[in-house]
């Protein structure tokens, strides 16, 4: 389960603002990458207590059931929460990589409250945002922080396929959320590939040939 041990260490050195980073999406067949950040009380014991009371978790570990609860539960309590996106024709240009590098800056650029260091699931983002940071893998099962961020960045990716679900009908998207299940391998074979395809993806290309 994630705990506060890596927020600890950032607030040995004096930070206080430390954001949680993760993304949603990256291995999706169609559609975004979306990244969030979140920034935790960490100077209220008693919520962060029902934070981990209440089970947040990895995303993965969820189901989506429990994701909608710990989702409001997290937008309630946080400090800040941002949100960052890049789309399939990014992803398609510039590489995932470089796409969820760009949608987690975007998620951290838009916090109302300025972080002052970063907690961040896998990805390096020195590059790009000139704040103290730690990247390690699995973050979002070994941080609470990151936990949070995964959570949200799950849930709100997972909305925006279900909307998008009715301005491209056929593919399920409101089901599979643009992974690589049968019914969407299928559908590409039916009805080709839409702007929501990621088409440098193997899979696709694949399917497209």
Same mark, same amino acid.
């Given at each position: 389960?994630?705990?506060? $041990?890596?927020?600890? $260490?950032?607030?040995a050195q004096g930070y206080r603002l430390i954001a949680g980073v993760d993304e949603a999406g990256r291995g999706a067949w169609a559609g975004?990458?979306?990244?969030?950040?979140? %920034?935790?009380?960490?100077?209220?014991?008693?919520?962060?207590?029902e934070?981990?009371?209440?089970g947040v978790?990895?995303?993965?570990?969820?189901?989506?059931?429990?994701? $909608?609860?710990?989702?409001?539960?997290?937008?309630?309590?946080a400090v800040a929460v941002g949100m960052g996106g890049v789309s399939a024709r990014f %992803?398609?240009?510039?590489?995932?990589?470089?796409?969820?590098?760009?949608?987690?800056?975007?998620?951290?650029?838009?916090?109302?409250?300025?972080?002052?260091?970063?907690? %961040?699931?896998?990805?390096d983002l020195s590059s790009l945002v000139p704040l103290p940071q730690k990247f390690l893998p699995f973050g979002d099962s070994r941080s609470l922080s990151i936990a949070a961020a995964s %959570?949200?960045?799950?849930v709100s990716r997972d909305a925006f396929m279900a909307q998008l679900d009715a301005l491209y009908p056929g593919y399920?998207?409101?089901?599979?959320?643009?992974?690589?299940?049968?019914r969407h391998r299928e559908a590409l074979e039916c009805i080709g590939?839409? $702007?929501?395809?990621?088409?440098?993806?193997?899979?696709?290309?694949?399917?497209?040939?």
């Open positions: 389960m994630p705990s506060l $041990e890596l927020e600890q $260490e950032f607030l975004p990458v979306i990244a969030a950040a979140v %920034i935790l009380p960490l100077d209220k014991p008693q919520v962060l207590k934070l981990t009371e209440s978790n990895d995303s993965k570990q969820l189901s989506a059931r429990q994701r $909608e609860r710990l989702y409001r539960l997290i937008r309630e309590r %992803i398609d240009r510039d590489g995932i990589l470089k796409a969820t590098r760009k949608a987690m800056q975007r998620a951290i650029s838009i916090l109302p409250t300025p972080p002052e260091a970063l907690l %961040i699931d896998a990805v %959570i949200v960045a799950k399920d998207f409101a089901r599979h959320k643009g992974y690589g299940t049968r590939a839409s $702007e929501l395809h990621r088409r440098s993806f193997r899979p696709v290309a694949k399917l497209l040939a």
